[in-house]
T-cell receptor
Framework: DAGVTQSPTHLIKTRGQHVTLRCSPI?????VSWYQQVLGQGPQFIFQ???????GRGNFPDRFSARQFPNYSSELNVNALLLGDSALYLC?????????????FGPGTRLLVL | AQSVTQLDSQVPVFEEAPVELRCNYS??????LFWYVQYPNQGLQLLLK??????LVKGINGFEAEFNKSQTSFHLRKPSVHISDTAEYFC?????????????FGTGTRLTIIP
């Protein structure tokens, strides 16, 4: 079975632009979470979506938004990009929203903001 | 809220030597604990997790960890490391009750194996 896939793998944007990152979960998984990993740091939780509804939100500004589609894939949108948004964005999927279930991570999208 | 502290940012170890990567957590509620590994240019892979029961947890690739509630620690150990263990290791914690499922990660420990 295919694992979690993310697109694009790399992205370069300039300050003020908008970006959309995409994630396809493992087949059968209904929960998708997004994390930001700044260079040299651990991943930080941004959002969790389960059954197309936001179930959790981390300490990120409103410039960050996300949604989950009927096929459980997800998009993360970031508006008005800042230099500090440069990071590896990780998507993780699991069958349910509970952390009893293992979260499987994708390879990430590396975003560079110039 | 939960937090995780990984005191060692880098750990060099000779091949076939034992290793311990330290993790301490802070939480006002009961927690689940995890260790993830990140190989260069890859996503995170779950090594092992503690949910309840036996405090000694065995994971993949010969790793194990011990949950110590009194010391709020969850240290990762391997008796004999290999070159292929070179990677970044992250300890993570989540609340164990409904509505507090997000993972909170530490800053990571870079394990370097010396031939």
């Amino acid at each position: 079975d295919a694992g979690v896939t993310q697109s694009p793998t790399h992205l370069i944007k300039t300050r003020g632009q908008h970006v959309t990152l995409r994630c396809s979960p493992i087949s059968g998984h209904k929960s998708v979470s997004w994390y930001q990993q700044v260079l040299g740091q651990g991943p930080q939780f941004i959002f969790q979506y389960y059954e197309k509804e936001e179930r959790g939100r981390g300490n990120f500004p409103d410039r960050f938004s996300a949604r989950q589609f009927p096929n459980y894939s997800s998009e993360l949108n970031v508006n008005a990009l800042l230099l500090g948004d440069s990071a590896l964005y990780l998507c993780a999927s699991s069958y349910s929203r509970s952390t009893l279930e293992t979260q499987y991570f994708g390879p990430g999208t590396r975003l560079l903001v110039l | 809220a939960q937090s995780v502290t990984q005191l060692d940012s880098q750990v060099p170890v000779f091949e076939e030597a034992p290793v311990e990567l330290r993790c301490n957590y802070s939480s006002s509620v009961s927690v689940y604990l995890f260790w993830y590994v990140q190989y260069p240019n890859q996503g995170l892979q779950l090594l092992l997790k503690y949910l309840s029961g036996s405090t000694l947890v065995k994971g993949i690739n010969g790793f194990e960890a011990e949950f110590n509630k009194s010391q709020t620690s969850f240290h990762l150990r391997k008796p004999s490391v290999h070159i292929s263990d070179t990677a970044e290791y992250f300890c993570a914690v989540s609340g164990s009750f409904f509505g507090n499922e997000k993972l909170t990660f530490g800053t990571g420990t870079r394990l370097t194996i010396i031939p």
